[in-house]
């Protein structure tokens, strides 16, 4: 297995890149933890809805450190800020909106990814979280789902995988993922590299990827400012 420690994204840098891809006027719900970095990064002159499962739409991003209100927090209970027009609502209501298909897409964090677009990215161990949570309604509900992750662990074992050995959260769900070294789509083929880090090769990818990558058209470049 290659070191890929110092060419490598950060978490920032995956962020600022997925939320490049952000659709003007659409409705998003951003996963706990990782993904939540997403809203700071929204592009200027678009018009994004964040949606949080705890009953919150059109928050905007984390207040600067020392103004937080904590009555206002999204589902990480972290601190958000509101908008003009911001909504709030009973859980059951948000809850609604994502299983009625309201959602045009939802960004999460993983722990496995496989190339058929199955996802793992709950646990009940060390440090993990009560149940699934309100992931698996996300992974049905949301029109669209995106991973941001490293692309490999911090053991350095492949997160993209052929199959997953974890507890899945979705099935076949999963369409594009952002990682740290490259962009993928998953697609009736499998993984397809769509850029990746001008310092590795596809041959040293294809390393730290616990399954096929393929090729549709030249690869681009993965082009992130330091953020």
Sequence with gaps: MIDVAGIKLSNAQIAWRAAQDLQDGSYVNLGIG?????????????HITYHTENGVLGFGKAPPEGEEDWDLINAGKKPITLKP???????????????GGHLDLAILGTYQVAENGDIANWSTGRGGVPAVGGAMDLVHGAKAIVVITDHITKKGEPKLVKRCSLPLTGVGCVTRVYTSLAVLDITPRGFVVREKLLALSLEDLQLVTGAELHLDGAIAPLVCPEV
Excluded at 36 to 45: C, H, K, R, Y
Excluded at 85 to 99: C, L, N, Q, V, Y
Aim: charged share 15%; proline share 7%.
């Design 34 to 46: 990782f993904p939540e970095l997403v809203a700071q990064f929204q592009p200027a002159g678009r």
């Design 85 to 99: 027009g911001t909504a709030f609502f009973h859980h059951a209501d948000s809850f609604a909106m994502i299983r």
